[in-house]
C-alpha cells in the first residue's frame, strides 16, 4: 500500500544527535549499579506476591506446620532457580523492538521499569492484595517504550511511527489473558471442588483407602505432567527432543505416570500416610519450582537485558545515543551463579517477609471455610450479586426433586464448628489438593494451547471457585468475600493501567532531565518504600494487639485490649481535635481527608469487635464474666467513636458546603474545647492509677462548663438574629454529640 513503510524503512529512516549530547559514559554506568541493585529489591517484593500462589493451599489447610511448608517451598524455589532457562526474551524483545531502540533509549526503559516495579508491587504487598508480576513487567515495559518512542517520534517526526518501536501482538496476548484465566479458572474450580466433595463428603468416614488412592494418583499425575511441562519447560535439563517427545507421547505417559502413582499411594497408605496431605505438599513444591524457573524473569529479566547491553556498548566505542540494541534480538541464557543467587534471595524472603504472610492471609481468609475476619467492604456491586445467585439458588432450588436436594445436603452436611476457633484450618486437605490439581492442568493445558494464562490468575480464581463450591460463602459471608473478589480482580486492572502509566511517565522525567530525574525518582522511591514498610508494621501490631490468646492467658488479654482501646482513644482524638480545628480554620481539603479517615476508622472498630466476639466464645466459663466486662469497653469505644465521626461529618459537610462559620464567641469555645479534650484523651491514655478518675475530673468539669457557656451562647445568638438556621442548626448537633461523647469519656475513666 502506497504511505506504508516496513519496520525495516522505519529504522534506517530514523536519525540520531551526535555524540556530544546528552548524558555521559558515568551516567549510565550509574544506571547499570542502580538496576541490579533495584532488581535485589524487586527479587523481594515480587516473591512476597507471588508467593501466595504456592503457599495459599498448605498454608489454608495446615497441612503441615509452617515452617515445614517454608522448606517445601523454599526447596521448591531453589531448584526452579536451578533449572530456570534463563532465557530473557520478554524484557528483551516481547514487548518493544531493540533494534528500534538505542543504548541510551534501553538503558531508560530499564531503569524505569524497576523503579515502577518495585513500587508498584510493594503497594499490592502493603496491602495484603495478590496480582501478577507478569502482567506488571509487562505493561511497565509497554508504557516505557511508548513514552521513549514518543520522545524520538516528536524529536524527528520523519522518521518512524511509535507503534514501529513496540511489539502490539506480545501486549495483546498478555491482556486476552486475563479475562480468560478468571472466567476458565473459576467455573473449572467451582466444578471440579462440587463433585470431588460430593464424592468425599466432609466427613473423615467416607475418606476410604479406595478413593484416596484413586484421587492421590490422579492429582499427582496432573502435578508431575505440569511440573515436566511448565515447570522445566525450556531448561537445559529438558532438552528439545525431551519436550517434543513428552508432547507427541502425553497419552501414553499419562496412562503410565499414574499407573506408577496409583502403585505409591497403596505403598504410602498401607504406612498411614495422609494421601491428601502427600498431594498438597507436593503440589506445593511443584508449584514453587515451576514459579522459580519460569517467573524468575519478571524480577531479573530487565536488569539482566540491562547488563547484556552495557556490556555490548561499553566495548563498541560507538556513541550511547548512535549504537542500535540488535544485540537485544540475539538469544541468551543466564548466568548459573546469578540465577542460585535470585533463587537465595527469594527463598530468604520466604521466611522473612511478614507482607509475603500478609497477601496469602487475603486469600485465605476469602476462601476460609467458617467464619473469620472480614477485610472487604461491601458495596452495591456485591450485595446486587449475592441477591441474584439467592434468587437464582432459590428458583434453582424449586426445580430440584426433593429427594436430591436432600442427598446433596447430606454429602455437604458436616460437623458444626465454632467459627472462633482460629487453631482450625481455613479448609480441609481435600480442597487445598483440588487447588492445586485444577491449577496445574489448566496451566499445563494453556500452554499447549499456547494460551497465555496467568499463574497467579488462575491460582486465585480456582481457589475462590472451591471455595464457592464447598458452600463457604453462607449467607453471612458472601457478600465480604464477593467484594474481595471483585477487589483483588479490579487489582489486576489497576495493575496493568497503573504499570503503564507509571513506568511511561518515569522513562518521560529520566529523558528529559537525566541525572537530576534519577536522583529525584531514587529518593522519592525510597521514601516510599520506607512510608509502606512503617505502615505494614503498625497495621501488623494493631492486628497483633486484638489477636486471640489462649484461655489460660488473660493478662496478656488484657494488655491486648487495653492497647487496642489506648489506640482508639488516639484516633477519636485525632478525630475530635481535626473536626474542631476544620471548623474553627475552615479548611476544605482537610475536611475531605477526616472523611475518609473516619470510615477507615469505622472499618477498624467493627473488625476488633468481631475478633473478640470470637474470643469470648473459646474461654472457661468462670472467665466470661471478665470477658462480658471488656466487651463493654469495647462497646465504649465504638460508642466514643460514634460521637467523634458524627462531629467531624457535622463539621466537614457544613465547611464543604460553604456555610456561615461560626460566630467570634463559638469559635473561642471551640477552641477551648479542643484544648480540654486533648487533656481528658492524654489522660486516658496513660498509665493506669489510682488517681486516674481525680486527676481525670478537673478537665471533665471544664468541659461541660465550657459546653454550658457554648450552648448559651448559640441561643443567645439565636434570639438576637445573629444565627442562620443552618448555622443554628449546626452548633446544636455539636453540642449535643460533644455531651454523648463526655458520658463516653466518664464510662472509660470509670473503667
Known sequence: MAGVISREQARNSITRPGPD???????????????????????????????????????????????????????????????????????????FNPDMFVFADVMVIFLAVMLADVLLLDIFNTFGLPTSTTVSIVFELLGASIAVAFLATIADPGAATVLDYVNVAGAIKITSGI????????????????????????????HTGTIQIAWGAIAFTAISYFLFVKGLKGTSFVTPDMQAFVTENALLLMLVSIVCWTVLMWVLHQFKVDLLGAVVLGGTFSLALAFASNDLVNFIGVPLAGLSSWQAWSGSGIPPDQMLMDVLKEPV????????????????????????????QTTVNLSRQDEGEEFFSPGPVSRGIVRTFIATGEAAARAIPPQWQTGIAERFAREKARSYDLERPAFDTLRASVNLTVASVLIVFATSLKLPLSTTFVSFMVAMGTSLADRAWGRDAAVYRVAGVFSVVGGWLVTAIAAFALAGLFAILIKTFNELAVILLVIAAALALVHSHRYHMKSSRMQELVATSSPDEIDKDALALRGHFISSLGRTAEIVDEAL????????????RLQAAVKANEVSTRRTEAEFVRRLHRVRPEIEPWLLNQFDVLACERDMLHSASSLASLAGEHVLNEHSPPTAAAAESLSELREHYQDVFAELAGEPA?????RSRAPLGEIEAEIDRLTNRVLEALYTGERTTKSTSLMLGIILEMRDLQREIRRAVAW
Open 690 to 694: 489510682d488517681s486516674s478518675e481525680r
Open 333 to 360: 541464557t543466564g548466568n548459573t551463579l546469578i540465577l542460585v543467587g535470585a533463587g537465595a534471595i527469594m527463598m530468604t524472603t520466604l521466611w522473612l517477609s511478614s507482607k509475603a504472610k500478609s497477601v496469602t
Open 581 to 592: 480545628r476544620i471548623l474553627i480554620k475552615r479548611k476544605r481539603k482537610a475536611a475531605r
Open 179 to 206: 479475562g480468560l484465566s478468571v472466567v476458565i479458572a473459576f467455573v473449572v474450580g467451582t466444578i471440579v471442588q462440587f463433585f470431588s466433595r460430593m464424592l468425599f463428603t466432609f466427613q473423615e468416614k467416607n
Open 21 to 95: 549530547k546528552g548524558p555521559r559514559r558515568g551516567f549510565f554506568e550509574r544506571v547499570v549499579g542502580l538496576v541490579c541493585v533495584l532488581a535485589v529489591v524487586d527479587l523481594s517484593v515480587g516473591v512476597s506476591n507471588d508467593a501466595v500462589n504456592f503457599l495459599n493451599s498448605a498454608i489454608g489447610s495446615r497441612v503441615a506446620s509452617r515452617r515445614v511448608i517454608l522448606i517445601i517451598a523454599g526447596f521448591g524455589v531453589l531448584v526452579g532457580s536451578l533449572f530456570s532457562s534463563g532465557i530473557m526474551e520478554v524484557a528483551r524483545k516481547g514487548i
